[in-house]
């Protein structure tokens, strides 16, 4: 079997790791540098680093022969996702979704979109943590008086916090640190800035939700949940189950 991962996930890595344990040769996408790093030292791992294009993508599958594509990229990364199925179908070859197991809430506001998040805290008042990433920043500064409202908690890579910086960030407010938090580092967080809100994703276990949930619970912050996009797809033993029978 000649397999493609594209690993911009936890999952991703561990599924990597896990398969190349097994004897099983691998090659693993990923977007950045950084995510590179990630990527445990093995000989049974190449690594393909930067962002693609479906038509580049296609030519990656094509130049290399590969059979089987298994896409565990973020479950936000809706677009990436897209561009990956539409390649594999192109190329006629077997497509693998990961999906990332959801973990069930009962407080927090649920949006549907970082806009529709930006738009509520327009309408009231306090400090605000963002954890939703880099990407969507820009969004946040229709916030009246963003600049001393927002806390962006991001990657530690010079060109995000440089587009931080761009977009007026500054100071204490760019918190560059690679997560996922515990409970009691989140609350620690929400406490020292007096977080009257949080943003997130509904990231799963792997991404560290429950334990913001747990800590903005515990400071008293209320949560704003920008819900995931639904999609299909195979759980991380069903995908390990099916790669090692082949």
């Known amino acids: 079997m000649n397999l493609l991962i594209f690993a911009g996930t936890t999952e991703g890595r561990m599924l990597s790791e896990q398969l190349a344990n097994l004897g099983i040769s691998v090659s693993v996408s990923v977007a950045t540098e950084y995510g590179k790093q ?17 038509e580049q993508m296609e030519q990656i599958i094509k130049t290399n022969r590969f059979d089987c594509v298994v896409d565990a990229t973020h479950p936000y990364a809706v677009e ?12 006629e070859i077997t497509y693998l979704r990961l999906r990332r197991k959801s973990e ?6 649920v949006v549907n979109s970082a ?14 943590l963002l954890t939703t990433g880099s990407k969507e920043l820009p ?25 931080c910086q761009d977009l007026g960030f500054s100071g204490n407010h760019i918190i560059a640190m690679q ?21 997130t994703k509904e990231s799963g276990k792997a991404g560290g939700f429950s ?20 999609e299909d797809g195979l759980d991380y ?5 099916q790669l090692t029978e082949r």
């Open 38 to 54: 990630l990527l445990p030292e093995s000989d049974n791992i190449s690594v393909l680093s930067g962002r693609m294009t479906q």
């Open 80 to 91: 990436v996702t897209q561009n990956i199925k539409q390649a594999c179908a192109q190329q």
């Open 104 to 109: 069930l809430w009962e407080d927090g506001i």
């Open 115 to 128: 806009k529709q998040a930006a738009e509520y805290l327009n309408q009231v008042t306090g400090i605000i």
């Open 139 to 163: 969004v946040f500064t229709a916030i009246t008086d963003y600049q001393q409202r927002c806390y962006a908690r991001v990657l530690p890579l010079a060109q995000v916090v440089q587009q």
């Open 179 to 199: 997560g996922p938090f515990s409970e009691d580092f989140n609350y620690a967080m929400l406490k020292q800035i007096n977080a009257a809100y949080l943003v």
């Open 211 to 230: 334990e913001k949930m747990r800590a903005a619970q515990r400071a008293g912050t209320k949560v704003i949940v920008i819900a995931r996009p639904s």
């Open 237 to 241: 033993d069903t995908i390990l189950k």
